[in-house]
């Protein structure tokens, strides 16, 4: 699942493996690129702002994309996908560079990167730690927003994606559907978000358990119908078309119980991140 963790790892990877190389060919499948050629510019770069891609050139222009929950890349190797589906090829000197079904593609000036970055709320996965009372503020702008749809508006926050959306509400045992205005100590669940992305965007899978680290292994996502791993309870939520908003969603009844008012359980959390790199992060509330 493309979250700001995904984004923030494949910009690196792509700066890693391309940085200061010329583009030597460029094809692209896409009508928004008509005209777009890359050929003889030098790549500067990649950058991650909460889920967009920004692909920066020497000649001033970047290539930005955002994956929503189809696209990706392939780094290094050709693209075996078929032609259709690789919306832009570049051959760079040490390899190709190929957007698959990338759903938002688009070129603009690296000066005017702002206009697609400046509603953003802060960034979860950028390289300065982000101010977490500020994002907790964002959240509760509207106390009525259900926890998950706010998570997900990345005017409040960038970064967080629907896997995110899912375990992080578990892990504290406050369910997606709590308005924000009534989560007691929304600023430790936000802590607790920040870390644990944070470390998985530095270190490879997603993972929100701390077991099996080299895995993408996840609570409760996306298990709807299954026993909770804590209680056994069937787990209860949303398909897509149901949820309100619009993102399919999972939790406990019983570990996640919507209440007048609910608050974030750190006790709970410290247990079930306890084997989690993300305890050592700074915004890992003490
Ligand atoms: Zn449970």
Redesign the pocket.
């Known amino acids: 699942m493309p979250e700001g963790d995904t984004i923030r790892r494949l910009a690196d990877r792509i700066t890693a493996r391309f940085a200061g190389q010329r583009c030597v060919r460029c094809v692209t499948r896409d009508p928004r690129l008509s005209g777009v050629d890359f050929a003889g510019s030098v790549l500067l770069g990649a950058d991650a702002v909460g889920k967009h891609l920004l692909i920066r050139f020497d000649d001033g222009r970047t290539l930005h994309a955002h994956l929503l929950m189809t696209g990706s890349w392939t780094v290094g190797p050709a693209a075996t996908e078929s032609a259709w589906r690789r919306r832009i090829e570049l051959w760079l000197e040490g390899g190709r560079l190929t957007g698959i079904d990338v759903p938002i593609l688009g070129v603009l000036r690296t000066v005017d990167e702002h206009t697609i970055i400046d509603h953003l709320g802060p960034d979860l996965c950028g390289v300065e730690a982000p101010d977490l009372d500020d994002i907790t503020a964002r959240l509760q702008r509207d106390p009525d927003a259900p926890l998950a749809g706010a998570m997900l508006d990345q005017r409040n926050v960038a970064g967080f994606g629907n896997l995110y959306a899912v375990e992080l509400p578990f892990i504290v045992g406050v369910s997606p559907n709590q308005p924000v205005g009534s989560i007691e100590g929304l600023r430790g669940l936000v802590g607790i978000g920040a870390a644990v992305i944070r470390t998985n965007a530095a270190r490879g899978p997603q993972n929100t358990t701390g077991r099996k680290l080299s895995l993408d292994e996840h609570w409760i996502y996306p298990k709807r119908g299954k026993p ?1 791993p ?2 056994g ?1 069937r787990l209860d939520g949303w398909t897509e078309a149901a949820s309100p908003w619009r993102r399919a969603s999972t939790w ?1 009844p ?2 996640q119980p919507l209440e007048p008012r609910r608050e974030v359980d750190m006790a709970r959390a410290r247990r079930l991140l306890a084997l989690h790199p993300a305890r050592r992060e700074p915004s890992f509330p003490a």
């Open positions: 909770c804590l209680c309870t406990c019983t570990c």
